[in-house]
C-alpha cells in the first residue's frame, strides 16, 4: 500500500468506532498526528504506536514514517530494534485486519524480507487497500457507546474523544472524560 496514493485519494478513509490509525515518525509527531487527523477528519482513534499500547480494535491502519533508515534492520542498529518494537506493537493492536501504508522502496524490502521468513503479506494499491474503509456509517449513538466502554476501561482521553465525535448532546460526557 502506498502512503503517498493514500494521502491524494479523492474519498477519504472513514473509519469506524472500532478502527485506529496507528502512526510513527521521528521527524515531527505533532505534524504528522495533525496530517492524519486532517486526512480522517479528526477520527477519535489515531494514536501514536506508543500510545496504542495495550488496546484494542477490530481493524488497524498503520502509517509509519517511511524516511527512517531504521528499515534496514540487517543493520542491527538500536534504532532498527525500536522500528521493530513499535511495529509490532502496532500490529498487534488488531484483532482482525492490519492494513500497512507504505511509502518507501526501504520499507518495501522491509515487508518483502519477512515474507522470505514466512509471513504471508499481501500488497495492493492504497486505493484498493482502502476501499473497505469507506462506510461512514458510525452514529453518534455508537459512539457514545464506545465513549462509554473506553470510559468503564479508564482509557479517558480515548473516550473523551469518542464523547466528541458522538456530538454537542454529549458534552458533558467529554469534559467528564477529560
Known sequence: MVLKEALNLEKKPRLDTNQALIFSSTINMSELESKMNE??????????????????????????????????????????????????????????????????????????SLQSEGCIIEEFDAKAALHEFQDPSATKEEWFEQGMKRLRDEQFKIAANCFKAAGEQYTGYFQWAQ
Open 39 to 112: 486526512w480522517l477528519d479528526s477520527h477519535p482513534l489515531i494514536f501514536s504506536s506508543l500510545e496504542s499500547k495495550g488496546l484494542e480494535f477490530d481493524d488497524c491502519l498503520i502509517v509509519f514514517d517511511a524516511d527512517r533508515k531504521a528499515w534496514d534492520v540487517g543493520s542491527g542498529g538500536a534504532s532498527s530494534l525500536t522500528l521493530v518494537r513499535e511495529l509490532y506493537v502496532a500490529i498487534t493492536r488488531a484483532k482482525q485486519r492490519v492494513v500497512i501504508l507504505v511509502k518507501s522502496a526501504e520499507m518495501r524490502k522491509f515487508f518483502q
